[in-house]
């Protein structure tokens, strides 16, 4: 039998391990949170924005932002219905109702026309998804919001390395939120960022993160709201702050890997893939084909021809308001065709040429067929 060809896994060198070590050996007592630290002070440099917060998960950094928000039983959030429910649970845990409007063809992110037409009264924010590493239309969303005062949300869990002119992903809106799972370009195993800046905002989220206790609070074990535990350890900061010294080196690893696939496949009629219109950078976290209707091609017949290869395949995010949990409705037009004929692509830092070709004939072989 050929060798397994994973979609993702993390790049874990010599450095990664030494600086866990370190934090399980001496990271206690007043050391405790200095590699979390270090690390929110690297990414938010990184960033270039003023305040980061390292959290558990990128779903914790939601969370805890729009309850910063005050978003509640009543209000509205709008995001894009092709999205991993990570965005759209913590809304649900709030009590408030996630409102889904279609993607764009192109770039599979939240359309900015049907955002707008969706605006009601009890809208409380706009959340963009930058979706597989591509990038929402941030100055049209961003004008809508403005235009409203409606606070826009960067969900940026998959776009670590993604630029919109000159601006890194999750550094355009009110806040923006990343995610380090294992299978992300940056990993601390499990892991997240809220970022922003807006300082009493920083305060609250910071609050809400530590139990309700306020860093001011001069009594001991006094929490002065009800908060959560989405803290980040200090052995998985350790971890980031190793990634964060190949960050560059993460980030060119992965656009590299989407290249050779782009080149190797855009040019063969009815397929296309993440773009990366003028003025961004597609951080490129997953390459992902889209397939014509006109090719006939499925989302079945790709998971049976890479599973014959013996290829991990993952598929499309399915359209969430087609979900039962979620109102059970038919999809959006975009949203529901889309993952009938996509499939994401393994990209994982140490794939092999041999492996991607391995890839690239199964794609071909398909279209064959």
Known sequence: ???????????????????????????WGEKCYEYIHRFEDAFKKHLNVQYAIATSSCTGALHMGMAAL??????????????WIATAS???????????????????????????????????AIVAVHLYGNLCDMDKLLAIGKKHGIPVIEDAAEAI?????????????????????????????EGGMFVTDDAALYETVLTLSNHGRARGQSKQFWPDMVGFKYKMSNIQAALGCAQMERIDELIKRKRDIFYYYRDQLVAIPGISMNPEHLNTINGAWMPTVVFDAE??????NLQAAFAE?????RVFFHALSSLPILGG????????????????????HDISLQEQDRVISVIKNVLRS
Not at 70 to 83: C, K, L
Not at 295 to 300: A, D, F, I, S
Not at 336 to 344: F, G, K, T, Y
């Open 295 to 300: 090719t006939g091609v499925t989302r079945e």
């Open 329 to 348: 409705e038919q999809g959006k037009e975009i949203s529901s065709s889309v993952p009938l004929r996509a499939i994401n692509l393994p990209s994982f």
């Open 161 to 189: 390395g993604s630029v919109y002119q000159g601006k890194r992903a999750g550094s355009m809106g009110r806040f923006g939120t990343f995610s380090f799972h294992g299978t992300k370009t940056l990993t601390t195993g």
């Open 70 to 83: 005050g978003i509640g039983p009543g209000d509205e959030v709008i995001m894009a219905d092709t999205n």
């Open 90 to 124: 913590p809304i649900v845990h709030l009590g408030a109702k996630p409102i889904f409007v279609d993607i764009l063809s192109d770039t599979w992110c939240i359309d900015p026309d049907l955002v707008e037409q969706a605006i009601t009264p009890n809208t409380k």
């Open 1 to 27: 039998m050929k060798s397994r060809i994973h979609y993702t896994k993390p790049s874990i060198t010599g450095l990664e391990v030494s600086y866990a070590t370190d934090a399980a050996t001496n990271g």
């Open 309 to 313: 290869e013996n290829i991990d395949a």
